[in-house]
């Protein structure tokens, strides 16, 4: 099992910066983590993913380029700097893991939230204009 706990939502002004957090706990041997994000009456949609193995990170085209995905091992958590917000991005965030292996999997799995096992509670970010 894991646990993940988000940290880091709140309320912003467009243009403004925010850092999520979601710590990691368990015994689960994970093999990379995603944020995921759902707006009212919309479908959770992937953000972006980091894989273990070289911290290789996966961007959804809509945060490309403002919003970063990172991972400190030492104490098992992974941020998402999001910088350069707008009024779209108002979601409430998940951070998922997976126990799936990378190597030799479909393009693109990553993006697909039932490939991740372990989630978080989720928190809300939003964006005034």
């Known amino acids: 099992q894991v646990q993940l706990v988000e940290s880091g939502g709140g309320l912003v002004q467009a243009g403004g910066s925010l850092r999520l957090s979601c710590a990691a706990s368990?015994?689960?041997?994970?093999?990379?983590m995603a944020w995921f994000r759902q707006a009212p009456k919309k479908e959770r949609e992937f953000v972006a993913a980091i894989r273990w193995t070289a911290s290789i990170t996966y961007y959804a085209d809509s945060v490309k380029g403002r919003f970063t995905i990172s991972r400190v091992s030492l104490n098992n958590t992974v941020y998402l700097q999001m910088n350069s917000l707008k009024p779209e991005d108002t979601a409430v965030y998940y951070c998922a893991a997976t126990t799936a292996a990378w190597y030799g999997a479909p393009t693109g799995w990553y993006a697909d939230n039932r490939n991740y096992g372990y989630w978080g509670q989720g928190t809300q970010v939003t964006v005034s204009s």
């Open positions: 368990g015994r689960a041997t994970t093999s990379g």
